[in-house]
């Protein structure tokens, strides 16, 4: 079964950094690309980055809101996609979703709850 | 960027009717690169529909897409009390960014 598991959320200051990770099982992880999606609370869907499979170079893209503060990583031995978010600011506030795929996003994670607050 | 406009925000039916979801794009999709998602309180989104009319593995076939260039259609032909949720369309045409709609929230009448 594929499966998708984050961690790492929880209350940070603004200001400061928080790294989230995307524990996959069920398939062959370096094959894929992998996609973050964050909801903040009682909202859409806002897809945050990805990054593509070192067969395609292990690029990544980033949506203009985090550009410059996120960073996506993976650690193909681990089966481990990693979101590095610096100088969080309330608005990053959310649920953020890990993902298989950069186009079409299936499986989802559980998501994991980040809360940005003084 | 592609903007995605959902209609209607919420509509409100009974088991047993007919759903239409409409997602219409600020510019054309490039070779129908569209998806529908259902998500449900508390849980993850899931993918129902890609390339427009396409069902995900395990989709059940009361569930299809239609549409092309700006206007995209989700249909459920006949609704089970476990579909009422919120949908969400997906553009992939042009990406990045991916765009997603606004949600349309479908409530039991």
């Known amino acids: 079964e594929v499966q998708l598991v984050e961690s790492g959320g929880g209350l940070v200051q603004p200001g400061r950094s928080l790294r989230l990770s995307c524990t996959a099982s069920?398939?062959?992880?370096?094959?894929?690309?992998m996609s973050w999606v964050r909801q903040a609370p009682g909202k859409g869907l806002e897809w945050v980055g990805f990054?593509?499979?070192?067969?395609?170079?292990?690029?990544?893209e980033y949506a203009a809101s985090v550009k410059g503060r996120f960073t996506i990583s993976r650690d193909d031995s681990k089966s481990i996609a990693y979101l590095q978010m610096n100088s969080l600011k309330t608005e990053d506030t959310a649920v953020y979703y890990c993902?298989?795929?950069?186009?079409?996003?299936?499986?989802w994670g559980q998501g994991t709850l980040v809360t940005v607050s003084s | 960027e592609i903007v995605l406009t959902q209609s209607p925000g919420t509509l409100s039916l009974s088991p047993g009717e007919r759903a239409t979801l409409s997602c219409r794009a600020s510019?054309?999709?490039?070779?129908?690169?569209l998806a529908w998602y259902q998500q449900k309180p508390g849980q993850a989104p899931r993918l129902l529909i890609y390339?427009?009319?396409s069902r995900a593995t395990g989709i059940p076939d009361r569930f299809s897409g239609s549409g092309s260039g700006t206007d995209f259609t989700l249909t459920i032909s006949r609704l089970e009390p476990e579909d009422f949720a919120v949908y969400y369309c997906?553009?992939?045409?042009?990406?990045?960014?991916?765009?997603f709609g606004q949600g349309t929230r479908l409530e039991i009448k």
């Open positions: 069920g398939f062959t992880f370096g094959d894929y690309a």
């Open positions: 997906q553009q992939y045409g042009s990406s990045p960014p991916n765009t």
């Open positions: 390339g427009a009319s």
């Open positions: 510019q054309s999709v490039s070779s129908s690169y």
């Open positions: 990054i593509r499979s070192k067969a395609y170079g292990g690029t990544t």
């Open positions: 993902t298989r795929g950069l186009a079409v996003f299936d499986p």
